[in-house]
């Protein structure tokens, strides 16, 4: 799967945000070591601390399917109904996640479009990351 689908994916994710309180739809695509693509959406609550962000949702999915090896991620987000004006980067729990079954040179793909995103690493999101690995 190439980079513009995965991200394609993750838009369509975003059409299924639940976000009524902040008015901000995010959209997840999960690629797996596989080939399978989990996909995920934001899904806000009124208490606000149980809120899942799409990514978390994704992964959420993925590793309940028994799925631990993830290849790349792509994220979509911005104002319900409206083109994004700047790239939505993965909050810093969902960064967390991600640090806790991939490894740092792990691409993460910031949309605005299909065409516009910006690519990163996850040890590019997050430097010195508290991993399993700290544990040890």
Same mark, same amino acid.
């Given at each position: 799967m190439d980079k513009r689908e995965l991200i394609e994916l993750a838009l369509?994710?975003? =059409?299924?945000?639940?976000?009524?309180?902040?008015?901000?739809?995010?959209?997840?695509?999960?690629?797996?070591? =596989?080939?399978?693509?989990?996909?995920?959406?934001?899904?806000?609550?009124?208490?606000?601390?149980p809120t899942l962000c799409a990514e978390r949702s994704a992964m959420a999915a993925a590793v309940s399917a028994g799925v631990r090896k993830f290849t790349m991620l792509a994220v979509a987000g911005g104002p319900t109904g409206k083109e994004p004006e700047t790239y939505f980067w993965p909050c810093g729990v969902c960064r967390q996640w991600l640090a806790e079954f991939c490894p740092p040179d792990f691409p993460v793909l910031c949309a605005k479009s299909a065409a516009d995103y910006r690519e990163t690493t996850l040890a590019e999101l997050l430097p010195h990351a508290f991993s399993p690995s700290t544990l040890t």
């Open positions: 369509a994710a975003r =059409d299924n945000s639940y976000c009524p309180y902040s008015g901000y739809s995010v959209g997840a695509a999960l690629l797996t070591a =596989d080939g399978r693509v989990f996909t995920g959406c934001n899904v806000e609550n009124a208490g606000y601390s």
